[in-house]
């Protein structure tokens, strides 16, 4: 998969940058609006991760000319209001990540972004578990296992993004949970989880963070 990083703020593109390579991702860069949009123009692109604030051209400039092409957009900076927000997503990004962030979760956003776009897969595995996607059925061992909605979009989230530490509010937010009230809410279901699915063991908590399901050795 190829990706594309218009950033301006050096530091941060160096280590978006270095996080996507390490992680198998094909990355070119530019630093400002420019650049970007003779990129775009230039060749093909499977994910774009946009700042706003950039010399020459903003983000919110390129959007329409990105919508052209198709290609969906990560938008990451530092503007943070709920105005922001609903602007970008009204010029069509497909998700909006504010600084400063966590690496985990703008992997965790990546890899759900172009799964969403470009995933032909009908079946994830994960050790004895198999899911099929397109029937959304939960199979361990060969047998059925029978799972709550939100259990099933928790488990398949945690696999798809095996590996990578996930807070306890992006997975409420990925899942879809709408008591955010308290995160017990997520400790449950998890715990749950793991019960049903034997992986007391690999589905760790992270102190004061939230939870990684390991990698298979």
């Known amino acids: 998969m190829k990706i594309l990083v218009i950033e301006d703020d050096k530091s941060t593109l160096s280590l978006i940058q270095q996080t996507l390579v390490e992680h198998g991702y094909d990355v070119d860069v530019a630093q400002d609006g420019q650049r970007g949009a003779d990129a775009i123009e230039a060749s093909s692109y499977d994910l774009i991760i946009l700042d706003v604030m950039l010399p020459i051209h903003s983000g919110y400039d390129l959007l329409p000319m990105i919508k052209d092409y198709k290609i969906p957009v990560l938008m990451l900076t530092a503007l943070g209001s709920i105005d922001d927000k609903i602007k970008a997503f009204d010029l069509g990004v497909e998700d909006y990540l504010t600084k400063p962030f966590e690496v985990p979760e ?61 807070s306890r509010e992006y997975l409420l937010e990925s899942i879809r949970e709408t008591d955010h009230d308290e995160t017990r809410t997520l400790d449950l279901h998890i715990q749950r989880l793991r019960k049903k699915m034997h992986l007391e063991t690999n589905i760790r908590t992270i102190f004061k963070f939230g939870y990684i399901l390991d990698n298979i050795l």
Request: glycine share 4%; no cysteine; net charge positive.
């Open 106 to 166: 703008l992997l965790a956003r990546v890899k759900v972004i172009l799964r969403r776009y470009h995933n032909t897969m009908t079946n994830l595995q994960y050790k004895n578990i198999q899911i099929d996607l397109e029937a959304s059925t939960v199979w361990m061992n060969g047998n059925a296992v029978s799972l709550t909605p939100l259990e099933y979009r928790l488990l398949l989230f945690l696999i798809e993004n095996t590996g990578i530490a996930l």
